[in-house]
T-cell receptor, first 110, second 113 residues
Framework: EAQVTQNPRYLITVTGKKLTVTCSQNMNHEYMSWYRQDPGLGLRQIYYSMNVEVTDKGDVPEGYKVSRKEKRNFPLILESPSPNQTSLYFC?????????FGPGTRLTVT | SQQGEEDPQALSIQEGENATMNCSYKTSINNLQWYRQNSGRGLVHLILIRSNEREKHSGRLRVTLDTSKKSSSLLITASRAADTASYFCATDSRGAGSYQLTFGKGTKLSVIP
């Protein structure tokens, strides 16, 4: 079964404590992306990757890092989380014609 | 930057009625896609329309695209309670070898049984 997996699904953390949200796919797609979703703002792209070792900034990259060392994984790293990064995060994989979204990670930074 | 803007922000209709949502965008596009999101869950791809197409159908969905007005509409016919969700348009406007989907803020559709 084609899947996009995110972990953890829910996370409550404190300001400044480094965290990683993982994204994994079994669909062999080259393109992977991270979005955050906030009420009234819709989905905004954080980073995307066209292929292994190729990443690029989206619209809201500040405070985030990513890496793409292998095709199936695209972790999102928050080196020093702040309360304004409290949000619902989605990983997506796919093609220019269709993207498949993970189930989301709800992050709260206190 | 937000490329697509959906209208209305919220729409409430009775089951069996048609629902129409609109999307406007700012720059030239390669294609436009519509996605659906049930509350708090991941988005699901519904339909894609290319920049050289004017209308496309998929089941109860009808999408139109007017590139001269930089706008698209999504029509859901004979709506059902299960259609209750948020609907987003997404535009792809990058060049060859690179692409980036930009999503609007969405239309929240409520279908009352």
């Amino acid at each position: 079964e084609a899947q996009v997996t995110q972990n953890p699904r829910y996370l409550i953390t404190v300001t400044g404590k480094k965290l990683t949200v993982t994204c994994s796919q079994n669909m062999n797609h080259e393109y992977m992306s991270w979005y955050r979703q906030d009420p009234g703002l819709g989905l905004r792209q954080i980073y995307y990757s066209m292929n292994v070792e190729v990443t690029d900034k989206g619209d809201v990259p500040e405070g985030y890092k990513v890496s793409r060392k292998e095709k199936r994984n695209f972790p999102l790293i928050l080196e020093s989380p702040s309360p304004n990064q409290t949000s619902l995060y989605f990983c997506a994989v796919g093609t220019p014609y269709e993207q498949y979204f993970g189930p989301g990670t709800r992050l709260t930074v206190t | 930057s937000q490329q697509g803007e959906e209208d209305p922000q919220a729409l409430s209709i009775q089951e069996g009625e048609n629902a129409t949502m609109n999307c406007s965008y700012k720059t030239s596009i390669n294609n436009l896609q519509w996605y659906r999101q049930n509350s708090g869950r991941g988005l699901v791809h519904l339909i894609l329309i290319r920049s050289n197409e004017r209308e496309k159908h998929s089941g109860r969905l009808r999408v139109t695209l007017d590139t001269s007005k930089k706008s698209s509409s999504l029509l859901i016919t004979a709506s059902r309670a299960a259609d209750t969700a948020s609907y987003f348009c997404a535009t792809d406007s990058r060049g060859a070898g690179s692409y980036q989907l930009t999503f609007g803020k969405g239309t929240k559709l409520s279908v009352i049984p």
